[in-house]
């Protein structure tokens, strides 16, 4: 009988334990979100052709920094491919093709700024929906970690 507890306090012990990553919100319920809480936004802009989009998703799910921090701000990811309209803090954005079977979407294009656009990409978001970052390509973890600070701080204003 003790052996039977022991075995179940062993296999409940790790998930007491562990950090639970928030989900991730869909962009398209960030505006109420926002209105209910307005926090920093952190929004990664993907493909769904893009490995290195894949790679760091992946990360992010088994980054612990990430994972705890994650409840001081609203992650989100948005397919810059997407086709459907999207409302986003007051303003619709649509998809803009670019060939027969190419283009992107307003949002993402409006997110990444002048720059052109690569993939992955970074934005982060004030809660007034200013942008405070942007960054194409792959965050290391050490990265992750200085914007996830950065985050951090700006909770602390």
Same mark, same amino acid.
């Given at each position: ?13 790790? *998930? ?14 960030? =505006?109420? %979100?926002?209105?209910? /809480? &307005?926090?920093?936004?952190?929004? +990664?802009?993907?493909? =769904?052709?893009?490995?290195?989009? #894949?790679?760091?998703? *992946?990360?992010?799910?088994? @980054?612990? =920094? ?5 409840? %001081? ?12 309209? +999207?409302?986003? #803090?007051? !303003?619709?954005?649509?998809?803009? $093709? ?6 992107? #979407?307003?949002?993402? +294009? ?5 720059? %052109?656009? /690569?993939? &992955?990409?970074?934005?982060?978001? @004030?809660? =007034? ?6 960054? @194409? ?14 985050? @951090? $701080?700006?909770? !602390?204003?």
């Amino acid at each position: 009988m003790q052996r039977f507890f022991l075995m179940i306090s062993m296999l409940l012990l790790p *998930a007491t334990f562990c950090v639970g990553q928030e989900a991730m919100l869909p962009i398209e319920q960030l =505006d109420s %979100s926002m209105r209910l /809480s &307005p926090k920093p936004v952190l929004v +990664l802009l993907t493909t =769904d052709w893009c490995k290195y989009c #894949h790679l760091q998703k *992946a990360q992010l799910k088994k @980054n612990r =920094d990430f994972q705890t921090a994650s409840q %001081s701000f609203y992650y989100t990811e948005f397919n810059a491919e997407e086709k459907a309209p +999207l409302a986003f #803090h007051g !303003q619709t954005y649509t998809y803009k $093709a670019t060939g027969i079977s190419t283009g992107l #979407h307003e949002l993402a +294009l409006a997110l990444a700024g002048d720059k %052109s656009v /690569s993939f &992955p990409a970074w934005v982060l978001l @004030n809660k =007034d929906y200013q942008v405070l970052y942007r960054y @194409n390509g792959v965050l290391s973890p050490q990265q992750l970690k200085a914007l996830l600070n950065a985050i @951090n $701080a700006l909770q !602390q204003k």
